[in-house]
């Protein structure tokens, strides 16, 4: 436990320089967010009001130090655009970024393992070459354009699937988790449950689709590493069948080298729900973040953006932590 | 000489000479001026679907505008960003890397916080929020992408460096009076270059699909200069009545990270030995 106190303890001074640099970002910008405020036609007194009862006025160190000691009392201001407490916001629409994000993530690890897991036992062969091909065209999709391509097939042409939402409107959903596949598992709600999936389907593959090709690529050469070890040699010598020898011996101690880059991805995925959310108009952190872009709301996309890097953080810390999970020779 | 070893980097490079072909020669290979705008022949779709017009083979926009020249001229800048990106990211981080690896102590420590401070971040987030700040602007979003990708050099070039400054040959030349500096750019770092090639290979890659979806966001370039990602955010809106306005930008940015990949796949299998032993 002392071994995490102090990776948190480390990570310290990495979020504060983190916030720092945004906040700095934010006063460079050219744009002053009082005139964004107020319109052009608002008149100097109107501007310095504003400037005072916003702390603008006051030195960007002194500034910064208002908002470090706010924040941890967990009072992040309100926002500009919408006229709420941004912790409000951030709550309403953080579920909806996180079950996209464990969407996508099941999605990914249901291809992309089993793929990659099979390719390299049968390395070289047809079905290799086919899943490797896939594989690299995943890598190289824009996953913006297969979202668009998808609306157009799945929700224009078909109509099998709706294109925008998170659920069918109309349909209540009781929320208690916030997570709605959850919510409407757990209050026996079938018709929201079906709802809820059909609008998460190609949101998730969209945003799944690119990690499921990086996942694919790393299990399929990861396998192939371990097979070549002498331990591997070992288990088939002492007679072990090939189904133990694969499952117990290559693909647990593949797992590490899978398992780190799932964690490095799931950055990729947090960011990359930015885009999903608003080809999809998923209501969710990402698409939170584009509104306050376009609307100048400064306070909200510095908050949006530090809880993007914290969450990030967080993640790679607990995939450290998972590694010893998998592989116990591995100590914090 | 042709060799199916080598299938990866012929195909995957004459993609991109292709590319480099249509963005140099883009004036000359353009039907049409981008900009030009023919309403009475708006949303008119690729010369081979009905109602299609010779005059404009993949279609034109909602504003009368020929596809094909802007998605032709759309190279140039997809080409430019990511070229640009993959020289300056990879010269500050080939530079820091090299200097932490080498030099090691305060040189190593302060390079690796600030490291570790650009890793706490998902790229595209860097890359996203800078552009958030600073605005629209070929140079903003070539400095937002080279922010958020020199760490990647620097990362493999401080390691690499760390394990070759031990060798024999760095040692001969220090014995033979050769000057830490000259030890380090002369001998060193170019035997770094063969990861850093890779690295920069697949860092276009995705320098390229970062452009556009930041030109999709409304991030990236002014939307008066014709770019994929923003081709493609103008066309959404008219996804089931005008699909082309979609298909063309998106398969234009799909071929050329394809290609880049392709590239990218042949050069690693080349360079990285534990990869040979795989094949």
Redesign the interface.
């Known amino acids: 436990m002392h071994k995490l106190i102090r990776r948190l303890l480390g990570a310290v001074p990495?979020?504060l320089?983190?916030s720092f640099?945004?906040f700095l970002?934010?006063h460079?910008?050219?744009?002053d967010p009082v005139t964004l405020m107020l319109g052009d036609n608002a008149t100097p007194e109107d501007v310095a009001r504003l400037r005072g009862e916003l702390g603008l006025d006051k030195p960007i160190l002194v500034q910064y130090w208002d908002f470090l000691s706010r924040a941890v009392r967990g009072d992040f201001g309100r926002s500009l655009k919408f006229g709420e407490p941004v912790l409000k916001l951030v709550g309403e629409r953080l579920p909806a970024t996180l079950e996209l994000a464990f969407a996508s993530l099941f999605v990914a690890i249901t291809i992309a393992v089993p793929v990659g897991v099979y390719s390299a036992i049968r390395?070289?062969s047809l079905v290799d070459h086919a899943g490797m091909s896939v594989a690299?065209?995943g890598?190289?999709?824009?996953n913006?354009?297969l979202g668009?391509?998808l609306?157009?097939f799945f929700g224009?042409q078909l109509n099998w699937l709706p294109v925008a939402g998170r659920i069918e409107y109309g349909i209540e959903i009781k929320s208690i988790t916030g997570l709605y596949l959850i919510d409407s598992l757990l209050t026996g709600n079938f018709e929201a449950l079906v709802s809820v999936a059909k609008h998460l389907l190609m949101p998730a593959f969209t945003l799944g689709a690119a990690l499921a090709a990086i996942v694919t690529r790393i299990s399929r050469?990861s396998v192939?590493?371990v097979m070549?070890q002498d331990y591997v040699t070992t288990a088939r010598a002492k007679g072990l069948s090939e189904r133990a020898v694969i499952w117990r011996h290559i693909v647990r101690n593949a797992l590490i080298t899978i398992v780190t880059i799932l964690g490095l991805q799931l950055?990729?995925l947090?960011?990359?729900s930015?885009?999903t959310e608003?080809?999809f108009s998923f209501p969710g952190i990402g698409d939170l973040?584009?509104q306050s872009?376009?609307a100048r709301d400064?306070k909200l996309?510095q908050i949006l953006?530090l809880m993007?890097?914290v969450t990030?953080?967080v993640v790679n810390l607990l995939v450290d932590f998972l590694y010893s999970w998998i592989d116990p020779r591995i100590k914090f | 000489m042709f060799s199916f070893r080598y299938l990866k980097i012929w195909v995957g490079g004459a993609i991109l000479a292709l590319l480099v072909l249509c963005g140099v020669a883009a004036p000359l290979i353009a039907p049409r001026d981008p900009q030009a705008q023919t309403l009475e022949d708006r949303l008119r779709p690729p010369r081979w679907s009905e109602n299609g017009m010779s005059a404009y083979i993949l279609g034109t926009d909602n504003l009368g505008r020929d596809m094909l020249s802007r998605i032709v001229y759309g190279s140039r800048i997809s080409l430019m960003v990511g070229a640009a990106t993959v020289i300056f990211a990879g010269l500050v981080g080939c530079t820091l890397g090299a200097i932490a690896g080498y030099f090691g102590s305060t040189a190593d420590e302060i390079v690796s916080?600030v490291s570790?401070?650009f890793l706490?971040?998902?790229?595209?987030?860097i890359a996203?929020?800078?552009m958030?700040?600073?605005?629209q602007g070929v140079g903003n979003l070539i400095m937002a992408l080279m922010l958020s990708r020199w760490v990647q050099y620097c990362r493999v070039v401080r390691g690499e460096v760390l394990s070759l400054k031990e060798r024999d040959f760095v040692t001969a030349a220090k014995a033979l009076g050769a000057r830490d500096g000259y030890v380090l750019f002369h001998h060193v770092v170019p035997n770094t270059l063969a990861s850093v090639i890779v690295i920069a290979t697949f860092g276009m890659?995705i320098v390229i699909?970062t452009e556009?979806?930041l030109s999709?966001?409304?991030?990236g370039v002014p939307v008066h200069i014709p770019t994929w990602g923003s081709m493609?955010a103008e066309g959404?809106s008219y996804?089931?009545r005008a699909?082309w306005l979609?298909?063309f930008?998106?398969l234009a940015?799909?071929i050329t990270?394809?290609g880049i990949?392709?590239l990218g796949?042949g050069l690693r299998d080349i360079f990285d030995p534990?990869?040979r032993?795989?094949?």
Do not use: C
């Open positions: 990495v979020l320089a983190i640099l945004i970002l934010m460079i910008a050219p744009g390395h070289n690299l065209i890598v190289s999709l824009p913006f354009w668009i391509m609306i157009y224009g050469s192939l590493e070549r950055g990729a947090l960011s990359g930015v885009v608003t080809v973040l584009i872009i376009s400064y996309t953006i993007f890097a990030y953080f | 916080k570790e401070i706490a971040f998902p790229f595209l987030l996203i929020a800078i958030a700040f600073l605005g890659a699909i556009a979806s999709f966001l409304g991030l493609l959404r996804i089931n699909p979609t298909i930008p998106g940015i799909f990270v394809f990949n392709l796949d534990k990869l032993r795989q094949r």
